[in-house]
């Protein structure tokens, strides 16, 4: 005697369908958990209501769910790495808070004077090899140039701390640039030197800006060297 198949009825097919409709979805209603959740139901039901003499091929099922339980993973990954981000960004506040009063070398040619008592307009250059005469241009806003010779120096860091009043530099903004001998046409980096009176922390994210006293506001990023915090 032959079975009959088996039909699920339509009484059954609306209860199973108002079940997976009133299935509460928390949060996002589209994210990948909540996506699953409503999967599985739809699944289980069709599990229940299939016909026994034709079951339904279960790789298909397995080959889903391996797919939700992959764009789940990415999700959950995204979340941690937005995590990260805000407690590096937390972390950057908190450092760079304690950085004021800080000595440091920041990237760059470019200082102002203020024309107030107490400034000094310092920091180095780096030689990539030896000359036998180094010479620092100064200009002015105008194209004024005024030579300053530090002598033969050998290859790396040197030193340079500008006298202001022997070079009667006004109240404005200037440039430096390196002069050197024995042919050499490379254009050696120069760091300048100052203290960090303040910083900025941007409302909208990013690099903070930290002010230093004849160099302006400067990214945080352009800072090359710390040295010793100082009270002065």
Do not use: W
């Not at 409503?38 to 229940?48: G, P, R, S, Y």
């Not at 701390?161 to 390196?178: F, H, M, P, R, T």
Request: proline share 4%.
């Amino acid at each position: 005697m032959a079975l009959p198949l088996y039909t699920p009825s339509s009484t059954n097919v609306g209860a199973l369908a108002t079940q997976a409709n009133d299935q509460n979805v928390v949060n996002n209603p589209n994210d990948s958990g909540s996506m699953k959740n409503e999967f599985l139901t739809l699944m289980v039901a069709q599990i229940q209501n299939q016909d026994p003499l034709n079951p339904t091929d279960g790789t298909e099922y397995v080959s889903q769910l391996a797919l939700f339980s992959q764009v789940e993973g990415t999700e959950n990954m995204v979340k941690l790495m937005q995590n990260n981000l805000v407690m590096m960004d937390n972390m950057q506040v908190l450092t760079t808070a304690g950085l004021v009063g800080q000595s440091v070398l920041v990237y760059g040619n470019e200082f102002n004077i203020d024309g107030k008592e107490g400034q000094s307009v310092a920091g180095k250059i780096e030689l990539t090899a030896p000359s036998s005469q180094v010479n620092l241009i100064i200009e002015d806003a105008h194209g004024k140039k005024q030579t300053v010779s530090l002598g033969a120096q050998s290859a790396g860091s040197v030193n340079f701390d500008l006298d202001l009043e022997n070079l009667d530099l006004a109240k404005g903004g200037y440039s430096i640039s390196v002069e050197l001998s024995n042919g050499q046409n490379y254009k050696p980096t120069v760091q300048m030197a100052g203290k960090i009176d303040s910083i900025n922390i941007p409302a909208t994210g990013g690099a903070s800006q930290v002010s230093i006293r004849g160099l302006g506001t400067v990214p945080f990023y352009d800072i090359s060297q710390f040295d010793e915090k100082t009270d002065s």
